[in-house]
């Protein structure tokens, strides 16, 4: 017998609707933002800000991009920071293509999967130094700097060297999710001289100062990326990693290089999907979308039984593949093009049975084979679709003395257990990726710039915005206001993905009679305060001229332009 979970015990949620405001739409818990000019949308509005300002000095998009990063880097330190990696998307008005830049970085290339078996290790640790790898951001910066950038980096950087040396106002939503995320990472060393300043983490409206984040953004601003990967930096952390029982050195850093890739698409409803290939998770989107597009998603309707399902089903196909297939490129031959055909979303599609939830799903049988996003775009029609994270909220907790931020811990979605897995642990190598930028576009041009937040859920938001837009007819606000749906089976891409058919979490705004049609069909569902990510977007209107952005209204973020 399926079960329902109420995971919010007492707690009372209602999800806001429009029916108290003059205009708008059902879900739209504001109205978007039209600009001119220029437009950014991030996960925090002093760093919106200090995008809008660096667009306005002449800067182009990836100039607010990258300033808006580092902004976010002092002032969301749990999501994201130059101890992290980086993905993105620049739509290139001149050239009039989009071009893809993985800024990930690799396993340290002295630790190797026979240590860490002989550890007695099944798993990748969670926290500490054998989960890091190498971060990719800082260079990220650069390669995007050098192709699409137009003001120095000293000044690109300067209004968050500031807030870093002044301080700045820690938002609610931030300050919660540090708090309650710092108590497994105090004992790692610089943590608490870092975060915990004052013998607690910043609260709610407390000004937060990070010196040592100031002087590593003034370094890296005086003497480019060299210095963060064979300068002082890098060779503070290399310091910091021998005496804390850590791998990473400073060869690893010395040898980091980013990749630029072509990203690859689906057409959905006439519209062009883009996603960066693999070692990130940006081709289940494209493999839900093509499995989805078999079904008259529009007629089923928001909300209802048979879409929920469709999508639910959609996604434990994709996840499966996701859980098989999705690795380093430099190690495997993942078969990209045969995932994404429609010839294959057909095949996975029969496999759907219309009225009943499936325990489990095969993988495909081929040949071959947390985090902030924002994004922004400027006066001359570039637009950046970026994303960036310490993987967990607070990364590895391990932060190098006196540099301010924390090295990541992405290193622990390697597969430990399997020597012959696509994403098995291996020195010098990418883990598979969580983070994923996105951009739609339409018959050639530049539509909508977006990503959305939160491991697993960034694929599975990511369809239910675009089915939201283009099925749906939502407003660009709406679209990531409306209530979603997150499925869950295993966390790790290290084999199957479902346990006995997984759980669905809800929102609250789903009709209840819908929810018991869902458990007859045999879905477990939880109404949860889990993660549901957290959506950016900048959509062009080539009629108008004009900008519209729009800013997760779960996250504490703002959407601005001029």
Known sequence: ??????????????????????????????????????????????ATQVAI??????????????????????????????????????????TQKLYGLNASGRSPKSLTREYLVEKGMTRMPYLGPL???TPGCVDGWFELHKKFGKLKMEEILKPTIDYAKNGFPMSELIAYEIEDNAPAREKFAGFK?????????????????????????????????????????????????KANGGFLSYDDLASHQSEWVEPVSTNYRGYDVWELPPNGQGIATLQMLNILEGYDVKKMGFGSKEYIHAFIEAKKLAYEDRAKFYADMSFNKVPVTQLISKEYATKRRALI????????????????????YLTTADKDGNMVSLIQSNYALLGSGMVPTGLGFILQNRGN??????????????????????????FITKDGKPFISFGLMSGAMQ??????????LIDFEMGLQEAGDAPRVRHAGSSQPTGTNMSNG?????????????IRELLKMGHDIEYSVNAYGGYQAIKWDEKNKVYYGASESRKDGQAAGY
Request: aromatic share 10%.
């Open 502 to 514: 997984g759980v669905c979490s809800f929102e609250s705004g789903f009709d209840y009679e819908i």
């Open 53 to 94: 300002d660096i667009l306005k000095k002449g800067g182009s998009a990836v100039d607010a991009a990258i300033a808006a990063n580092a902004a976010l880097g002092l002032m969301e330190p749990q999501m994201c920071g130059i101890g992290g990696d980086l993905f993105a998307i620049v739509w290139d008005a001149k």
């Open 131 to 133: 989960a890091i790898s």
């Open 353 to 372: 049975d219309p009225n009943a939830a499936a325990k489990s799903y095969p993988a495909g049988d081929l040949e071959g084979g947390d985090t902030i």
């Open 459 to 468: 694929p599975q938001g990511q369809v239910q915005v675009i089915v939201n």
């Open 193 to 241: 001289e870092t975060f915990m300043p004052n013998g607690h983490t910043p609260r709610k409206g407390e000004m937060f100062k990070n010196p040592g984040l100031a002087k590593s953004y003034e370094l890296i601003a005086k003497k480019g990326r060299d210095e963060f990967y064979k300068g002082e930096i890098a060779r503070t952390i290399d310091a910091y990693m």
């Open 413 to 438: 979605l390697f597969n430990l257990s399997d020597a012959n897995h696509f994403n098995v642990y291996a020195p010098g190598k990418r883990p598979f990726h969580t983070i994923i930028p996105a």
């Open 1 to 46: 017998m399926k079960k329902i979970l109420f995971a919010l015990c007492s707690i009372s949620v209602v999800f806001s609707y429009a029916q108290d405001r003059v205009t708008g739409k059902t879900f739209a818990t504001r109205s978007e933002i039209i600009a001119p000019n220029g437009m950014a949308a991030t996960s925090q509005p002093l």
